[in-house]
């Protein structure tokens, strides 16, 4: 008997038991895998999303894509500008901001809050980070700004609102003064130019003037803390760093990844790790269903089963026919599963999840679809194999007795 | 030809040995109807198991055709089945997802043979059967007699050399049970229909050629009813 005939006959058992079997049982099995398809694939899109709006914050707020920090042993870059000027020479470099920061305390009616207060030159840091447009209220700083401060909305705070241990002044509001005390014991009052918010709490509470403010207070000459810079692409920033440090940079150069430090990597460790459990649970569930409705189909047909081997029916094609069914209500059930994805990934691309990093967007990468339908359809057909094979090996005479 | 020499057969009921053949020999001829009868636990479905390649015997010898079938692997026994032997079972045994047209090809579907010509063959013989305006029925809208037709046009549809039927009016009334055996009759008959039959009804023996009578798994007697 051909291969392919036999096939034939298992792909025409498998169809007619799905056409004309037991509607409720099918539609239910399917439904179980779409929804284990949407949680193999659901956890690691918002991890994705996580890592994404990971980046997304620390490039476009942070620290742009890579970090100019002193050489060792120094606290501030000498000559600034000189070194800007140098590094907007490289090719795909498109922006360099010099800031300089400060630990601050702030006073504002009474109450104080101690946090990072940087210095900028406004058009550079327009050219590297997004804050200026992110304003909720106020203007953005201009180049010539000496009594101008813009806050974050953390710092600005509400009235009558603490911070929950995050440093807040409870009710700034634009055109309101706010003394700044600094490190070296110069204090000075600043009227607040504007508030942003950028959702990620490490610049929500920080605030900003001009460097040529802060160079006075701290009397710096063309120095600088870091220079931000932000490279044409993301994602290529470790070739951008060593293209820098081949046009002879002797600071140190970091990416934003570096920057970041372990903070982030922990966390999407232990992401993965409640990922990998979510996906062995899912995929066990997998198994045991798809196995019990096999299991169950093939014991309520043990006679059947043991009819067709009587009258010349070979057990592969019986087995076949079981593993087709299976393939069926995988592969329907993967594709009702990923069109449930689309709606549960439009619904949170709506109405986003708000992570203290700023609002997470599950990010559904192809690879992740693909590996879940991998794994579904190996896991299935495994246990859509098994119980058909032991049903169907077993001794005519006992099939058919039952 | 089936040639049978010796068979023998023991089953193991927990601690119990049942000695469902103890030496059973016989032939039959292409054409014959031969009718086993017996007491229950006598051994005649055991013996129709054997020659039907369902069951192997502890000793003895079974040749279909001069074919040793008992030397046979379980592969070429499924072909042997597939391709020379029609079943009729006692409780139709018809697969309910399927129609009668289907359940009749199904065969030979797995035989590879071309479609034109099985669906031909397959509604012919349903007709031929009586059941030519029920062919698109499914098991649950058949009568019982209509079922055991369906399950007879299937063993039939490959033209096997041999058809085994193991009480295959059990489940049915009289009336519906006399069709059957008509319908039996007339294929072996008209057709040459080689046909062996377990029952244990004694107004069945009218319709056999002979019969070959079991008593605690050893023939006991042979009788000759009508002319082959």
Not at chain 1, 94 to 106: D, I, L
Not at chain 2, 51 to 64: E, H, K, M, Q
Request: proline fraction near 3%; charge should be negative.
């Amino acid at each position: 008997m051909p291969v392919f005939a036999g096939l034939r006959v298992s792909a025409f058992l498998a169809w007619k038991a799905i056409q004309r079997g037991s509607k409720g049982t099918l539609a239910l099995t399917i439904m179980i895998i779409a929804l284990i398809f949407v949680n193999l694939v659901f956890l690691p899109s918002i991890i994705s999303g996580v890592v994404e709006t990971f980046n997304t914050q620390s490039i476009d707020f942070d620290f742009g894509n890579l970090v100019i920090e002193p050489r060792e042993g120094s606290q501030y870059i000498d000559d600034a500008t000189g070194l800007q000027k140098k590094v907007q020479r490289v090719p795909g470099i498109t922006g360099t901001s010099p800031r300089t920061a400060a630990g601050v305390t702030y006073f504002y009616k009474g109450r104080n809050a101690a946090s990072t207060l940087y210095g900028i030159t406004p058009e550079d840091e327009r050219s590297v980070t997004k804050i200026a447009d992110y304003l909720t209220e106020g203007e953005f700083l201009s180049n010539g700004d000496t009594d101008a401060i813009i806050m974050g909305a953390t710092l600005a705070g509400r009235e009558g609102e603490e911070g929950g241990g995050l440093p807040t002044l409870e009710g700034v509001m634009v055109g309101d003064p706010v003394e700044v005390a600094y490190p070296n014991g110069a204090t000075r009052t600043y009227r607040v130019k504007g508030i942003y918010e950028t959702q990620s709490f490490g610049v929500d509470t920080s605030a900003f003037i001009t460097n040529r403010e802060m160079s006075g207070v701290l009397g710096l000459q063309d120095q600088a803390s870091v220079i931000l810079v932000k490279t044409e692409v993301n994602g290529r920033e470790e070739e951008y760093q060593r293209e820098l440090l081949s046009y002879g940079i002797q600071e140190e150069v970091r990416t934003y990844q570096e920057k970041a430090g372990g903070f982030v990597d922990q966390a999407i460790q232990s992401f993965n790790i409640i990922n990998a459990i979510s996906t062995m649970v899912s995929l066990i569930i997998a198994v045991v269903v798809v196995f019990i409705v096999i299991f169950i189909n093939t014991v309520n047909r043990r006679r059947q089963i043991g009819i067709l081997k009587a009258i010349g029916i070979d057990q592969r094609i019986i087995i076949n026919s079981y593993v087709l069914q299976v393939l069926f209500i995988t592969a329907v059930g993967a594709l009702a599963g990923i069109a449930l994805n689309a709606g549960v990934t439009t619904y949170l691309t709506a109405y986003p999840l708000v992570f203290p990093g700023g609002p997470v967007y599950p990010l559904v990468e192809a690879s992740a679809i693909l590996r879940s339908i991998a794994s579904l359809f190996a896991v299935s057909v495994v246990a859509g194999y098994i119980p058909a094979w032991r049903i169907a090996r077993e001794d005519i005479l006992s099939a058919i007795r039952g | 030809m089936i040639v049978a020499e010796n068979l023998t057969r023991v089953y193991t009921m927990g601690r119990v040995e049942v000695r469902a053949l103890e030496g059973v020999s016989l032939s039959v001829a292409r054409g014959e109807f031969v009718g086993i009868m017996g007491a229950s636990g006598s051994g005649k479905s055991t013996l129709l198991h054997i020659l039907g390649l369902l069951d192997r015997p502890d000793s003895g010898r079974v040749t279909i055709d001069g074919t040793d079938v008992l030397a046979l692997s379980d592969h070429r026994r499924t072909l042997f089945r597939l391709n020379r032997l029609g079943y009729v079972f006692q409780d139709y045994a018809l697969i309910g997802e399927l129609t009668a047209l289907e359940n009749v090809y199904l065969t030979s579907l797995v035989r590879g043979d071309p479609k034109e010509g099985y669906l031909k063959k397959s509604a012919e013989i349903l007709s031929r059967v009586g059941l030519g305006d029920r062919m698109d029925h499914r098991q649950s809208e058949l009568s019982g007699g209509e079922q055991q037709r369906v399950a007879i046009a299937r063993a039939l549809v490959n033209s096997p050399s041999i058809l085994l039927a193991d009480e295959p009016c059990a489940n049915l009334d009289s009336q519906t049970s006399k069709s059957i055996l008509d319908l039996f009759a007339r294929l072996n008959e008209d057709l040459g229909q080689t046909i062996l039959m377990v029952s244990h009804e004694d107004w069945h023996k009218e319709y056999f050629c002979r019969v070959v009578t079991l008593r605690d798994g050893l023939i006991e007697d042979v009788t000759e009813c009508r002319k082959a």
